[in-house]
């Protein structure tokens, strides 16, 4: 059984939320506040965390910081509506996807499957070194990107940064975090060079360059492969 830690402060939407979780089999806890959150997934070890950021006693950016001090299970965090400062930290401490307030019930169960999956898949991440779309194909040993039979090239910055993208399909990566992986710490505000080098990347690989269906903006946030 598929265990869920749900920190939320809010009653109505906490019975909601196990409601729905326990019909679909899920073992569900659930935290009023940071300090039960954090006791509880200690003593619990949940497979996944849904977090809200706005709780009484902790910001639950400090309850991401804490958990991914010894955990990597995936934490999903619901957000209020236009707070878009807010989720980028906490994508930049860890959290894997976020969900903004008001959401539906069914796509906060998608959301939550799709990070579940993820950490069951993690183990044979190494051995697909294959990623197939539609369009073009990304071989991630070989290090070679063909589209419509041709080998497309790609200077070693356009590399780095479509491994990280496509090595994390249908996960948002923040500006952040990829300007630091591929730039290094001290380019971390430099968004325009991402935009730039996903440009070129657009260029080499969409059909439509400027309605992209695989290199996805998010904006002001960062960038998600759809694969
Ligand atoms: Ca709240």
């Known amino acids: 059984m598929t265990r869920v830690l749900v920190v939320e402060d809010d009653p109505q939407l906490v019975r909601a939320l196990v409601l729905n979780m326990r019909a679909r089999r899920y073992g569900v806890d659930a935290a009023p506040d940071g ?10 070890r949940p497979d996944v965390v849904v977090l809200d950021l706005g709780l009484p006693d902790m910001d639950g950016v400090h309850i991401i910081r804490t958990l991914r001090g010894w ?8 957000s209020a509506r236009r707070a878009s400062g807010e989720k980028v930290a906490a994508l930049d401490a860890g959290a894997d996807d976020y969900i ?7 796509e906060l169960l998608a959301r ?13 991440a190494a051995a697909a070194t294959l990623v197939t779309t539609d ?4 071989d991630l040993t070989a290090k ?14 356009e590399w780095h940064l479509l491994e990280i993208l496509v090595t994390h399909p249908g996960r948002l ?5 990829l300007l630091r992986e591929v730039w290094g710490e001290a380019r ?10 996903m440009a070129q990347l657009r260029r080499k690989l969409e059909t439509d360059p400027s309605h992209p269906r695989y290199l996805v903006t998010e904006a002001g946030m960062g960038y998600r492969f759809e694969g």
């Open 100 to 106: 903004t307030k008001p959401f539906s019930m069914d």
């Open 188 to 197: 971390g505000n430099k968004t325009n060079y991402l935009r730039v080098y």
């Open 71 to 78: 955990t990597r299970i995936p934490i999903l965090v619901l």
């Open 173 to 177: 990566i923040s500006q952040k975090h």
């Open 144 to 157: 070679k990107v063909r589209r419509s039979g041709r080998d497309i090239r790609l200077t070693p910055t």
């Open 112 to 124: 939550l499957r799709a990070a579940v999956r993820r950490t069951e898949t993690e183990p044979d």
């Open 135 to 138: 369009d073009f194909t990304v």
């Open 35 to 44: 300090t039960t959150a954090l006791r509880l997934a200690q003593a619990r």
